[in-house]
């Protein structure tokens, strides 16, 4: 950042901290400088407010242009539809960058409610927060619910003060969001959202139905639809799969410094591509399947690695899986999961997938399971399917053999 001082309109870097860099204004003298009054700079609610950049968990980072308008409508929908208080404690490991956790530190300020920010994730420092704060929410994604429920000291926090907590960024599998509220009490709100959004656009309601594995209702007074994947001027009726499109304040003015993939995603009547694949029930509640993008086609058939991953997740055994699609030359592409265990668990490959079978068709059956310590995730917690070759041993097997993740 340093080496951009002095570049286009880049004169001053203000820094926070003890020891800033050689260069820089120390955030307390920049304060001393400045002048005893100032005129405000005239600005509109469709002035950009923020440039907030995509995780690039399917490709390269894009920056989002976001109105004022935009951050404000997001902050209140999280207010509304969680039905945030004065009242309300929040705990949140969620990284600053992101949209997700912007948008619930604006509704904090927005009601007055107690925010603890934690500098990063950890499963002890969520349940020490929790327990030291009386947390009544907190604000997560997949990933963390999956590490704190399979934590061994999970049962010596005492985390009865939560009455709701919020999830998003990715899916939680329905199993996980039961057991979070059989173990804590709380129910799991899931929403959906995205960085061309500025926010969550859809919320299971804190008084209303809500209903695990989806990702609930539109806010009021935005609008969503699916459509055929090949035409987005045909919608799909309720239960039939296509894309996600959406329209209302939050969409963003485009992407920064890029007009074709404005192009692709923004169209001319307002509507938005999302680039998920979803289905909706007849009392209007979506469900994410999963990115476009990430499709597996095997043998002609789509597979989802979501779907997959969320079954997977199921398994008593299993903490966290990944799905993604290998090259096959009699089917084109084969489902293989990354799977890690839970501490002190024991599996096998066939074993998982005769769990799936369960639950899906035969085409969607993974054909290879890879037990691994760890699995790429950003740092918003979505999973990287594209680093998942980073990890792979080349092998696509449905072992017999049992494996133990140590305690």
């Given at each position: ?95 600053s960058p992101h949209v ?77 969001s039961l057991e979070w ?227």
């Open positions: 950042l340093m080496g951009l001082k002095g570049k286009g309109e880049l004169t001053e870097i203000v820094a926070w901290g003890e020891k800033p860099p050689t260069g820089a204004i120390p955030f307390d003298l920049w304060l001393k400088l400045g002048a005893a009054r100032f005129d405000a700079v005239p600005r509109s609610p469709k002035d950009v407010g923020a440039i907030c950049y995509t995780s690039g968990t399917t490709g390269h980072p894009k920056g989002a242009v976001q109105q004022h308008r935009s951050i404000v409508v997001a902050a209140y929908a999280a207010a509304l539809m969680n039905t945030r208080t004065a009242a309300d404690t929040v705990v949140s490991p969620l990284p997700y956790s912007s948008c619930v530190f604006n509704a904090a300020f927005l009601v007055g409610a107690k925010m603890v920010i934690l500098p990063r994730f950890s499963e002890e420092g969520m349940f020490a927060a929790i327990q030291e704060h009386r947390a009544t929410i907190i604000d997560s994604v997949p990933t963390a619910y999956y590490y704190m429920l399979a934590h061994p000291k999970f049962e010596r926090y005492d985390l009865s003060s939560l009455t709701r907590c919020t999830v998003g960024g990715q899916t939680l599998p329905v199993a996980k509220t059989e173990r804590t009490g709380a129910p799991v709100l899931e929403l959906w959202g995205m960085t061309e959004l500025a926010g969550a656009a859809t919320f299971n309601p804190f008084y209303g139905a809500n209903k695990p594995g989806t990702i609930g209702v539109p806010i009021p007074g935005f609008s969503c639809k699916i459509v055929d994947v090949t035409d987005p001027d045909k919608e799909m009726p309720a239960g039939e799969r296509g894309e996600l499109m959406v329209k209302g304040l939050m969409v963003m003015d485009g992407y920064y410094g890029n007009e074709a993939s404005t192009r692709d995603t923004l169209r001319p009547d307002g509507w938005m591509h999302t680039g998920d694949i979803a289905t909706v029930d007849e009392d209007g509640y979506y469900t994410i399947v999963d990115r476009k993008k990430d499709m597996i086609l095997t043998a002609g058939f789509n597979v989802y690695p979501a779907e997959l991953e969320r079954i997977l997740c199921g398994h008593p055994a299993v903490a966290l899986a990944a799905v993604r699609g290998v090259p096959d030359e009699a089917k084109g592409e084969l489902a293989k999961a990354y799977v890690m265990l839970k501490p002190g668990a024991t599996s096998s490959g066939k074993e998982l997938a005769e769990h799936c079978r369960k639950h899906l068709a035969a085409y969607k059956i993974p054909r290879g399971v890879q037990f691994v310590e760890t699995v790429p995730i950003t740092s918003s917690g979505k999973i990287m399917r594209r680093l998942l070759s980073d990890i792979d041993d080349g092998r696509v097997v449905l072992d017999e053999v049992t494996v133990t993740r140590p305690g």
